[in-house]
């Protein structure tokens, strides 16, 4: 039982020391002659052939040694889209997978309606308030310069205000937060029509108590777009609406 013991310590202890050894003839830094073996080689990758260079942009040519290829890593890891290190301080090589670039958010375009019905009370984008939240972009009703009327797209003649947008085709929808205006002392509602290219595609009630409602328009292709707020008819006291553009593309 002691000699397996004394076997079993004396092998530990000369794997350690070879360990130990390889360990310091590895990490000695010194320089050796090679007779290695240049035979024209070629690197294909996914069927196209690489022409590996170095960072000055100088042709390298693979070589073999003692049986085994040795390609250019600088290369041959960029080639698979990683980014190699150097660090001469410890002679150590890193290979990474570069770090995701995130394009800046893009803002979100401004849409201008070429036409407004019902005088100083339809504004388009001037800020307002609504559930606390401002919105800078969109169109807002308000009762405040007097009840105008306007004709709406059913021919009828209503209290409300109209904005109507020349998109030309060039975006695919139309997002927003359709609510009561804070601040707004009048309670009577109305109606939000949407129309695209002179169909109605969209009607959300407005009403005193109407919680924050989000709205999306598919607009793909769309010539005209055509945002009502029919507010009642003509003697009517409503409250001031707005719908406030979150997402326009």
């Known amino acids: 039982m ?18 130990s050894s390889t360990v310091i003839a590895a990490s000695a830094s010194r320089w ?3 007779q290695v073996f240049y035979n024209n080689i070629r690197i294909i990758i996914d069927g196209r052939e690489l022409q590996p260079t170095d960072v ?3 042709r390298i040519e693979p070589f073999i ?10 290369a041959i890891a960029e080639a698979f889209g990683k980014d ?3 660090d001469g301080n410890t002679a150590t090589i890193t290979i990474n997978t570069p770090a995701e670039t995130v394009p800046p958010p893009r803002e979100m375009p401004t849409l201008t309606a070429f036409e407004l019905q019902g005088g100083a009370g339809v504004r388009q984008n ?6 606390g939240a401002e919105y800078a972009k969109g169109v807002s009703y308000s009762n405040q310069t007097g009840n105008l009327t306007i004709m709406l797209a059913s021919g009828e003649v209503r209290i409300g205000g109209v904005a109507i947008y020349n998109l030309e085709g060039q975006y695919r929808t139309v997002s927003g937060i359709l609510g009561r205006i804070d601040g707004s002392g009048r309670q009577d509602g109305g ?28 607009v793909t292709g769309v010539t005209i777009m055509r945002i009502e707020f029919d ?14 553009f979150t997402h326009v593309e």
């Open 84 to 86: 190699v290190g150097w």
């Open 231 to 244: 507010m009642g008819p003509v003697g009517s006291r409503p409250a001031n609406f707005g719908f406030g």
């Open 56 to 58: 000055q942009g100088n």
């Open 191 to 218: 109606v939000l029509n949407i129309y695209l290219d002179n169909r109605l595609v969209a009607e959300h009630p407005l009403t005193a108590d109407m919680p924050p409602t989000n709205v999306s328009v598919n």
């Open 126 to 131: 001037q800020l307002f308030r609504m559930y």
């Open 65 to 74: 040694f003692q049986g085994t290829a040795y390609l250019p890593l600088r």
């Open 32 to 34: 050796e002659t090679l």
């Open 2 to 19: 002691f000699r397996k013991q004394l076997f079993g310590f004396i092998s530990g202890m000369l794997v350690m020391a070879v360990l």
